[in-house]
């Protein structure tokens, strides 16, 4: 199974600028924990709940999301098998993939997808052979009467 299959493709962004209240806003109407910072097209860091928790609002001066974002990003691609996926995950303790095509952003995958897949059972078409049943073919045999 590949990540083209679980990825969600409507994925909320924020540029380097925007203000960490609106960040925390975008995350509080979009029930989500991650927000994907870009400039241009370019997918340039992460912002997390986690690190909008680290600073209070309200009680430090006004920061950006490029201040609390995450620089260094992994990403994946949508062919990325969940496994893989989820290896990378789980390498970098991190909770989410941008998903990349061909230079730009086109969706996000999350350990919450990856566990939903998990508790759902990953339902794939398995390739069933032929059976052959070999009941009722060829000549059949009389019972031969007694005399």
């Given at each position: 199974m590949r990540l083209k299959e679980i990825m969600k493709r409507d994925v909320v962004t924020l540029g380097t600028e925007a203000a960490?209240?609106?960040?925390?806003?975008?995350?509080?109407?979009?029930?989500i924990h991650h927000i994907v910072v870009t400039r241009g097209a370019d997918v340039v860091g992460i912002v997390s709940d986690r690190d909008l928790e680290t600073f209070e609002p309200g009680t430090r001066i006004a920061r950006t999301v490029g201040d609390l974002m995450t620089p260094s990003v992994a990403t994946a691609t949508s062919t990325t098998t969940i496994r893989e996926a989820a290896n990378l995950m789980r390498g970098r303790t991190i909770g989410c993939l941008p998903v990349i095509e061909k230079g730009r952003l086109a969706g996000i995958v999350t350990t919450s997808d990856l566990l939903t897949l998990l508790g759902k059972g990953s339902e794939r078409p398995v390739n069933q052979t032929k059976r052959w049943i070999m009941k009722g073919r060829g000549p059949r045999?009389?019972?031969?009467?007694?005399?």
């Open positions: 960490e209240d609106e960040a925390r806003e975008q995350m509080r109407r979009n029930r045999r009389k019972a031969s009467a007694s005399v």
